[in-house]
């Protein structure tokens, strides 16, 4: 069973600062990318961030370029998520995942892996202003 539990979420002030982590089982990150996602208030889940080790590629979404890092640690199984600078707009639930990069042939984005489902709870961040 794959499992993925994020945590780390809080309440900071813009421009603040929070590092989330996600703890994985089930599968390691040297098979699969991980990513982070995104879900504010009243909208879709957005991929913000996916990293694939097998290709030593990362993908970030513009609104969180120059901002957040993706890392990994403890033989792939625990991703982290450093999120500088925060805004209120980076306000929501995140949730890790495995993930993939698309094309739309002009702009990259980030989906879970295909046949994923497991999201679990995520963890709550909101920046105030």
């Known amino acids: 069973d794959v499992q993925l539990q994020a945590s780390g979420g809080g309440l900071v002030q813009a421009g603040g600062s929070l590092r989330l982590s996600c703890a994985a089982s089930?599968?390691?990150?040297?098979?699969?990318?991980i990513g982070w996602f995104h879900q504010a208030p009243g909208k879709e889940r957005e991929g913000v961030s996916c990293?694939?080790?097998?290709?030593?590629?990362?993908y970030y979404a513009d609104s969180v370029k120059g901002r957040f890092t993706i890392s990994t640690e403890n033989a792939k199984t625990t991703a982290h998520l450093q999120m500088n600078s925060l805004k209120p707009d980076d306000t929501g639930i995140y949730y890790c995942?495995?993930?993939?990069?698309?094309?739309?042939?002009?702009?990259?984005?980030?989906?879970?892996?295909?046949?994923?489902?497991?999201w679990g709870q995520g963890t709550l961040v909101t920046v105030s202003s």
């Open positions: 995942a495995p993930c993939s990069v698309y094309s739309t042939g002009t702009d990259l984005y980030s989906k879970e892996e295909a046949g994923f489902a497991s």
């Open positions: 089930g599968f390691t990150f040297t098979d699969h990318a």
């Open positions: 990293y694939s080790s097998s290709h030593g590629s990362t």
